[in-house]
């Protein structure tokens, strides 16, 4: 992980000066089964996307909150990336989509009776988004919805 020191000096500025949100602490769900019986997804900012999906958009002001679904059985090579930040590496994802998506990890440990089956679809979002609010107040409850509707039972986020 970078530290601050690490930055170029604008990306520095724009983080010393971001008004991040402040939220109260809830601690989260418990698991209340074991893993071998959950369902689980996967929930990225990566700005993954199918070939056939459009591309997040770059140039929405604030971020693009708008998501992908990707399907269990994809293919990880045949997905694209289009993040919006520059200061974001995404050399390890080029190489490997699990990082962020890690879909073939889930699969093997299903078939070693570690976790129940996989959902049948995942999310990606892009990151870098600094105006959250439709986020927040849209698009989030939305893949919510989709994922309790799913029979999801727990959700691993991989922020990139």
Same mark, same amino acid.
């Given at each position: 992980?970078?530290?601050?020191?690490?930055?170029?000096?604008?990306?520095?500025?724009?983080?010393?000066?971001?008004?991040?949100?402040?939220?109260?602490?809830?601690?989260?769900?418990?698991?209340?089964?074991?893993?071998?019986?959950?369902?689980?997804?996967?929930?990225?900012?990566?700005?993954?996307?199918?070939?056939?999906?459009?591309?997040?958009?770059?140039?929405?002001?604030?971020?693009?909150?708008?998501?992908?679904?990707?399907?269990?059985?994809?293919?990880?090579?045949?997905?694209?990336?289009?993040?919006?930040?520059?200061?974001?590496?995404?050399?390890?994802?080029?190489?490997?989509?699990?990082?962020?998506?890690?879909?073939?990890?889930?699969?093997?440990?299903?078939?070693?009776?570690?976790? #129940?089956?996989?959902?049948?679809?995942?999310?990606?979002?892009?990151?870098?988004?600094?105006?959250?609010?439709?986020?927040?107040?849209?698009?989030?409850?939305?893949?919510?919805?989709?994922?309790?509707?799913? #029979?999801?039972?727990?959700?691993?986020?991989?922020?990139?």
């Amino acid at each position: 992980m970078a530290r601050l020191a690490d930055l170029k000096l604008d990306y520095r500025l724009f983080m010393m000066a971001y008004p991040y949100r402040r939220l109260e602490w809830r601690p989260g769900a418990m698991l209340t089964r074991p893993m071998a019986e959950l369902r689980l997804a996967v929930v990225t900012t990566a700005a993954f996307h199918l070939a056939d999906q459009a591309p997040f958009d770059r140039t929405v002001r604030g971020g693009d909150c708008s998501y992908r679904e990707i399907p269990v059985d994809t293919d990880l090579a045949t997905l694209r990336m289009s993040h919006k930040s520059d200061a974001f590496d995404a050399t390890g994802l080029r190489a490997d989509a699990n990082l962020a998506l890690p879909l073939d990890r889930l699969r093997e440990l299903h078939l070693a009776g570690e976790i #129940g089956p996989p959902a049948d679809r995942h999310f990606s979002f892009m990151g870098s988004i600094t105006a959250p609010s439709r986020l927040i107040k849209e698009t989030a409850p939305k893949v919510a919805a989709a994922l309790l509707k799913a #029979g999801v039972d727990a959700v691993l986020l991989t922020p990139a």
